[in-house]
C-alpha cells in the first residue's frame, strides 16, 4: 500500500463506506478524535466518543462528529471545520495511534481506544510521515490495527538513568518493555524504542532515516554529524532555522513500511538524552509530531515561524 499522504487520505472512492464489509458488528468504545492544524499548532476539535458503532470508520466517525467536505466523489477531505486543505501546499492528513494510515480514512476501521488524529499542514518538505509522538500513549498501550504489539527498549552504553526513565513511563501506562543493548534489534512486529546519545545511535534504521532529512524520516529535526555535537531544528519547509548544542535531546518516532515504528530518545549527549527520557509523558507530548528539549525546555517540531 501507498504511504504517501495523499493516497493514505484518500477513500477508494464512496463504494468503500458502503462496501467494505465491516458490517454492523459489535461496537467498540473510548475512541479519541482530535483534529488540528499547523502541526498540531493550532487546536480545531477534540472529542472522546465512549460508544461507537460497529460500522465506524475513521472516515464516518468524523463526518459524524464534526462539518467536513470532500472532493474526488467523496474521497478526499477538503475542509473539517471550515479550515480547508488543497491550495499552497497544505492538505489534511490523519494518523491512528501516532502511526500514518496505509488505507484510505473510509476503510480503515476504527478499534477500542483509538487515537485518531487529523492535521491539516504544509507537505512541501514530504508527503509522508511515517509517525508522531503526540498520541502518547499510543501506539505502546492499544498498539497498530487493534493490535497490541511488544514492546522493546534498547538501551546505549552509557544512559542508564536515561533508560531507568523510560522503563519506567512504559510500566506506568501498563506497557512492560524489553530491556536489550543498541542494535539487538526489535524485529518488524514490535515497537522499538532506542534510548541513546547520537553517536551510539548512528547506523542505526530509524536514525539513519533521519539523517536523511523528512523526506525520508518524516521528522523535522537532524544532528549535524554523525558525532551528534549539536541537534538542527526545522521549519515546515525543512529548512534549519534553531541550532542547540550541549545537553539538547529528541522525542521522535519514524518507520519504514517493511516494520512498526521505531522511537528514539535521543540527544547530543547523556544529560540530552536524560532529559528527553523526561519528557516521555502525555502532558509533554500531547500533539507535537517530535519534540525536541534542552532541559525542561520543550520545543516542538517542525519550529513554526511567522506566517506558518
Not at 494510515?101 to 477500542?112: D, E, F, L, P
Not at 509530531?289 to 525542561?296: D, I, P, R, T
Request: glycine share 16%; hydrophobic share 40%.
Amino acid at each position: 500500500m501507498l504511504r504517501g499522504a495523499r493516497i493514505a487520505l484518500a477513500t477508494l472512492a464512496t463504494a468503500g463506506v458502503a462496501g467494505c464489509g465491516l458490517g454492523p458488528g459489535k461496537g467498540t468504545s473510548d475512541v479519541t478524535l482530535t483534529v488540528t492544524h499547523g502541526f498540531g499548532t493550532g487546536p480545531v476539535a477534540s472529542l472522546t466518543a465512549h460508544q461507537v458503532p460497529g460500522s465506524e470508520t475513521v472516515m464516518r466517525m468524523l463526518q459524524r462528529s464534526l462539518k467536513v467536505t470532500t472532493r474526488y466523489g467523496g474521497g478526499f477531505v477538503q475542509s473539517i471545520n471550515g479550515l480547508t486543505g488543497g491550495s499552497s501546499h497544505r492538505d489534511w492528513f490523519y494518523y491512528v495511534n501516532g502511526v500514518q494510515a496505509a488505507a484510505g480514512a473510509a476503510t480503515t476501521a476504527v478499534h477500542r481506544g483509538d487515537r485518531i488524529w487529523w492535521d491539516l499542514h504544509d507537505w512541501s518538505a514530504t508527503e509522508s510521515i511515517p509517525a508522531v509522538v503526540g498520541s502518547y500513549p499510543e501506539p505502546f498501550v492499544h498498539g497498530v490495527g487493534g493490535k497490541r504489539l511488544p514492546v522493546t527498549v534498547e538501551c546505549g552504553s552509557d544512559v542508564g538513568p536515561a533508560c531507568d526513565k523510560v522503563s519506567a513511563a512504559l510500566a506506568a501506562i501498563g506497557v512492560p518493555g524489553a530491556r536489550q543493548y543498541i542494535g539487538t534489534g526489535s524485529g518488524p512486529d514490535s515497537l522499538g524504542v532506542v534510548v541513546g546519545t547520537w553517536r551510539e545511535l548512528d547506523g542505526q534504521v530509524a536514525s539513519a532515516l533521519i539523517s536523511k532529512g523528512p523526506s525520508a524520516s518524516g521528522v523535522y529535526a537532524k544532528f549535524s554529524s554523525a558525532a551528534g555535537d549539536s541537534l538542527q531544528l526545522l521549519d515546515p519547509q525543512g529548512r534549519v532555522v534553531r541550532t542547540l548544542g550541549a545537553g539538547a535531546g529528541l522525542v521522535a518516532a519514524t518507520g519504514d513500511p517493511q516494520s512498526e515504528p521505531t522511537w528514539l530518545i535521543t540527544g547530543t549527549d547523556t544529560a540530552g538524552v536524560l532529559a528527553a527520557a523526561q519528557a516521555l509523558n502525555a502532558a509533554r507530548l500531547r500533539n507535537h509530531f517530535a519534540l525536541a528539549v534542552q532541559g525542561a525546555t520543550s520545543i516542538p517540531v517542525p519550529v513554526q515561524g511567522a506566517g506558518v
